[in-house]
């Protein structure tokens, strides 16, 4: 039986992969004729035996299902098949028969309930992993992990291994781990789990049942069961008897979706919704924060996202910090700088700890590793309030802080399944009208991209523009309340607001500058400074078609407006209409004969039509 606590767990696993495709391997002897290498940096299950497979380690599947009876009460469970799960923390979906031997070793490993009857039978099949599965034959593992993979909320499942045929005991359908039943004049496969565990995987009556199934039938009914929920499932077994759904060849799905991972990568959308830091903090100039350290290396983060979120921090005034991802540990100083938390900082051990393992560094999207996590808060002034905790982020044990954290600054390991999973984890560390904070939020880092455009989905996050932070704030409740924050801008006059724009732009942070613009507009659609504000910016980004259409209304609106005829007298110069030019300029020069922008614009004419003798300098007066 599953207690709540193994309930909840599973709970995390829904709509996961909300829209996305997945693998399911089955051991089917079809698989010896099958590269497996090719589904890597896909979303795979492999099940039961599969950590036998020669090329387990190179794949290291995504998702693990081992539900079969037998396997439950064999050593090889015990004593091979969860160590090397562990090992490689590989998330895994255990049959409940299993925890009074196995326990709880490891964080990714989670129970199943499975139903001991033989037949699924018309009355229904179960969807949901939180209640009893079915799946306990080994014939069938692929029934319990279709609707792991169905809950996860994937919406194509590809079949490959699943040959659903236990008859045919030739030696070309021999099982990769050599059961002595399916190749009877096999006498040494290359594996010794077969050789170590013989209780496991040499077993007669296991052939008896295996031999009285078609299997069609049961799979006929799963199959309507997940059709009514739009998900599809296609059949990519070399050979087999597996004919419920339809087939496809499994290179060409391959070579498919590999295309549509790499499109994918190359340009994840930005779907979460952006706000500007002012808009996020209305008091956002007026905060000051303390120690910046500008000097930051490759891995830290920029110095003007230091400033935005220290001006986050220090708002938010938090008593509790927890950091996923110290690295060097400046930001972890910039956090305990500026407020008075306890701040709490996870990284994996440094060289020479007992847990240190050296990382994967081929790996580009496993980011910076330091060799000494923390080397920067361990000497700061506020050593006395930071812990440095180690420990891989995956298998961390969390449960002490949670709902215990202000706020949780999510900056690990740039994997799709790690940030989710370590978003998950700060969910649950936050207090309910606590605040994440993720970084990273940018194209460089695709895994980091996907996973809150997922995660927004379930909850309301919000992108500060300019910036690869993201937050979420347990105090805007839903989406609705969100809204709020866009239109805090109209606690704002139209003069505080192009204050704040000019700094903007005086700062040359124009993506912030242009969104509260465009919202101040919103609010004051005929304030000449704000559109005046809103050309000048399309000028500096050379945007110049727009800037000129924004001086023009600026100029129905107010037709004696000096700025908006020197703009308008500029652009023309540029693009070389210079009568379209002199026309503004002789309107400015009769408004105040010794405008001196008026008056550099004319010299600059000169300058161009003597260079370029199309004139005399006298048709200009
Ligand atoms: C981008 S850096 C963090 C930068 C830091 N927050 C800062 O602003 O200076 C990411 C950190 O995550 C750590 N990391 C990556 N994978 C991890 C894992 N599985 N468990 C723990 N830490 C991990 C890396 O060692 C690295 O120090």
Same mark, same amino acid.
């Given at each position: ?509 124009? $993506? !912030? ?5 465009? #919202?101040? &507009?919103?609010?004051?659609? @005929?304030?000449?400074?704000? =559109? /005046? ?66 008056? $550099? !614009? ?5 300058? #161009?039509? &003597?260079?370029?003798?199309? @004139?005399?300098?006298?048709? =200009? /007066?």
């Amino acid at each position: 039986m599953l207690n709540k606590k193994e309930i909840e767990r599973l709970r995390d696993f829904y709509k996961l992969h909300e829209g996305e495709s997945c693998w399911i391997i089955g051991n089917g002897p079809s698989i010896n004729q099958t590269n497996l290498l090719t589904l890597k940096g896909s979303v795979t299950f492999a099940v039961n035996a599969f950590i036998t497979h020669k090329n387990f380690e190179r794949l290291l599947p995504t998702y693990y299902v081992a539900t079969n009876p037998r396997l439950m009460r064999s050593d090889f469970l015990k004593d091979d098949l969860i160590p090397r799960l562990q090992k490689n923390d590989i998330t895994c979906f255990l049959n409940c028969e299993a925890k009074p031997i196995i326990g709880h070793p490891y964080e990714s490993l989670y129970y199943i309930e499975t139903t001991e009857s033989p037949l699924i039978v018309d009355a229904g099949y179960n969807l949901d992993i939180t209640k009893r599965l079915h799946g306990t034959r080994v014939s069938v593992v692929i029934q319990a992990v279709i609707p792991i993979a169905v809950y996860m909320g994937f919406k194509q499942i590809f079949l490959v291994g699943c040959d659903n045929d236990y008859k045919d005991l030739s030696m070309e359908k021999a099982h990769f781990y050599g059961t002595a039943e399916h190749c009877p004049n096999l006498l040494k496969l290359n594996n010794t789990a077969r050789e170590l565990y013989p209780s496991y995987f040499i077993k007669k009556e296991t052939t008896a049942i295996q031999n009285s199934l078609d299997g069609n039938e049961e799979f006929s009914i799963v199959y309507r069961e997940v059709k009514k929920l739009g998900v599809k499932i296609y059949n990519c077994t070399k050979g087999g008897k597996l004919e419920v759904f339809p087939r496809l060849r499994f290179e060409d799905v391959v070579k498919k979706t590999t295309l549509n991972r790499i499109i994918l990568h190359s340009s994840p959308l930005r779907k979460i919704d952006k706000c500007c830091a002012e808009q996020l903090l209305p008091a956002y100039h007026s905060i000051v924060i303390s120690n910046i350290d500008k000097n930051f290396d490759y891995g830290e983060m920029p110095v003007y996202e230091q400033e935005i979120l220290c001006k986050l921090i220090k708002n938010q005034n938090p008593k509790t910090i927890f950091e996923i991802g110290t690295f060097q540990g400046a930001t972890t100083t910039h956090l305990a700088a500026n407020s008075d938390a306890i701040v709490y900082t996870l990284d994996l051990p440094p060289k020479g700890h007992i847990d240190y393992h050296p990382p994967d560094m081929n790996d580009p999207e496993l980011d910076v590793y330091p060799d000494q996590p923390g080397i920067k808060h361990f000497s700061s002034a506020y050593a006395d309030r930071i812990t440095q905790l180690y420990g891989d982020t995956r298998s961390f044990d969390y449960s002490s802080y949670y709902g215990q954290m202000d706020i949780v600054f999510v900056d690990g390991c740039h994997h799709y399944d790690f940030v989710l999973r370590d978003s998950l984890n700060a969910f649950k560390m936050i207090k309910p009208d606590g605040m994440i904070i993720w970084h990273d939020y940018a194209d460089y880092a695709p895994g980091v991209m996907k996973a809150l455009n997922v995660i927004s989905e379930r909850y309301s996050l919000t992108h500060i523009e300019g910036t690869s932070l993201v937050v979420y704030s347990g105090k805007w409740g839903e989406i609705d309340n969100k809204s709020e924050i866009n239109t805090s801008i109209s606690a704002y006059s139209e003069t505080e607001l192009f204050n704040m724009v000019q700094k903007m732009i005086d700062e040359k942070n124009f $993506a !912030l500058a242009r969104t509260t613009v465009s #919202k101040s &507009l919103e609010m004051f659609p @005929a304030s000449v400074n704000l =559109l /005046y504000a809103k050309a000048k910016i399309n000028i500096e980004t050379g945007h110049i078609d727009e800037a000129q259409i924004t001086l023009l209304k600026i100029i129905e609106i107010s037709p004696e407006n000096l700025n908006a005829l020197n703009g308008l007298a500029s652009i023309e110069i540029n693009k070389g209409n210079i009568e379209a030019a002199i026309e503004f300029l002789r309107d400015i020069l009769i408004l105040e004969p010794n405008n001196q922008a008026a008056l $550099a !614009l004319i010299s600059d004419i000169k300058t #161009k039509l &003597l260079s370029l003798s199309h @004139a005399k300098k006298e048709n =200009l /007066y």
